[in-house]
């Protein structure tokens, strides 16, 4: 036991040096030669425990994050498979194979549409096509490739909200934090392409870029999201299935399906063996029960239906800054999923926008404010978010509603109506 700790501890200050020496600026190749001398028969599960360690002593997610390209480089295709009776990966509706299956799609995106439509607008192949393109053809075709690209958000998302909460209830918190920090810059790179090919079509743009920053960003945009297709498959996929149990991975499947989907059809139901019971009987649901409140009395269902009905989404954020409910309405504005139930309200945010939600709660329980609004424009949307502190009657503090709606029907509602619609 005492070795195995002074391993730990050992890797865990070869990951502060290694650290160090990239932000000194010590070439990369070096760098990944060391890590890869110390880590390459090291678990990613234990790797992952280091920089858990790291930032508990006060190293940042951001500077943690450097060290995800050394990862990249180093286990692509060699992280050493634990073998099971039978793969998750491999089974269709698992979200391990969905969320590879989505990346072999990803793959077949860049190589065979947005490289080769590059490589025409650059004027050094034919795009793919019969006859060669002229390079507004290619611009106009790498537009359209980068719109269908900028979607991997959905992706993201469903790894950040789904798959993030879980790793976090198991104890891996430090994997989920840096790998959102790398999601987010893609999404920044994707949409800059986006601009810079846009603006490059643009007859009226003034400041046209050249072809040769559009390659630039597009080269170093698409190199970034190759790396993240390892960085899933060969250091979070292993640590997951590790660790995620089957009800979980059946939460996961469940509430993919209101995150939606990535290149891909949606795939076919997946389903775990029935849990049992400690004498090995199949578990039975209980029926739900009447909860009598202070003006009457409600069944859990019809509290649920009521809530789910309401033309608002609800999220209710317990004294503990720990998220115990939503509502379930049928026009969601934000997504949400059971697997938050139960984490930490900031970590369900990316990390640009934590100390906005912490500065809410706290005005909240310090009793310096009872509410706080937020209007945006979110596609054809007009949204109202509306923070409230919820307390009890001696004026206790009991957590935070958010309460959201699209306004937009409600300002177009002009004159009077007073005769029920036909």
């Not at 425990?49 to 951001?62: K, P, T």
């Not at 537009?143 to 269908?148: C, G, I, R, S, Y």
């Amino acid at each position: 036991m005492t070795q195995e700790i002074n391993n730990r501890e050992y890797r865990k200050n070869v990951l502060r040096e290694l650290l160090t020496d990239l932000h000194a600026g010590k070439p990369f190749e070096e760098v990944k030669a060391r890590f890869e001398q110390v880590f390459k028969n090291v678990s990613a599960t234990e790797i992952a425990e280091a920089e858990q360690a790291l930032i508990r002593e006060g190293i940042s997610v951001e500077e943690i994050t450097r060290l995800c390209d050394v990862h990249a480089a180093v286990f692509k295709g060699s992280v050493e498979e634990i073998h099971r009776p039978t793969k998750p990966q491999e089974t269709p509706g698992h979200p391990a194979h969905t969320l590879k299956q989505e990346n072999r799609a990803l793959e077949r995106l860049i190589d065979e549409r947005i490289r080769p439509h590059l490589t025409a607008f650059l004027g050094e192949g034919t795009g793919n096509h019969a006859r060669p393109m002229t390079e507004e053809e290619a611009a106009a075709a790498l537009a359209d490739d980068l719109t269908e690209l900028n979607n991997i958000n959905i992706h993201y998302s469903r790894k950040e909200h789904l798959f993030f909460p879980y790793m976090e209830q198991h104890g891996i918190t430090a994997p989920p934090k840096v790998m959102w920090a790398v999601d987010d810059e893609i999404r920044d790179m994707v949409k800059e392409a986006s601009r810079l090919v846009g603006a490059w079509l643009d007859p009226s743009e003034p400041n046209k870029p050249s072809k040769e920053a559009i390659k630039k960003h597009l080269d170093e945009t698409l190199t970034k999201i190759v790396d993240m297709i390892s960085k899933e498959e060969d250091i979070l996929l292993p640590m997951v299935l590790d660790v995620f149990t089957d009800e979980e991975w059946k939460v996961i499947a469940d509430e993919s399906k209101e995150i939606g989907y990535f290149l891909i059809s949606p795939p076919p139901e997946w389903k775990p063996a029935r849990p049992r019971t400690s004498d090995g009987q199949p578990e039975i649901s209980a029926q739900p029960g009447a909860i009598v409140l202070p003006t009457g009395s409600l069944h859990l269902n019809e509290l649920v239906a009521i809530l789910n009905t309401m033309p608002v989404d609800i999220t209710f954020v317990d004294k503990d800054n720990i998220v115990r409910y939503y509502s379930e309405g049928k026009e969601r504005v934000f997504a949400r999923t059971k697997a938050a139930i139960g984490r930490r309200v900031v970590d369900c945010h990316p990390p640009t926008s934590v100390h906005v939600v912490e500065g809410i709660i706290e005005s909240f329980r310090t009793g310096r404010k009872d509410h706080e609004d937020f209007w945006i424009k979110l596609g054809d949307k007009y949204v109202l978010i509306r923070y409230f502190a919820v307390r009890d009657t001696d004026g206790t503090f009991l957590g935070t509603l958010e309460v959201t709606q699209d306004i937009k029907p409600i300002q177009a509602i002009t004159g009077e109506k007073r005769l029920v619609s036909e």
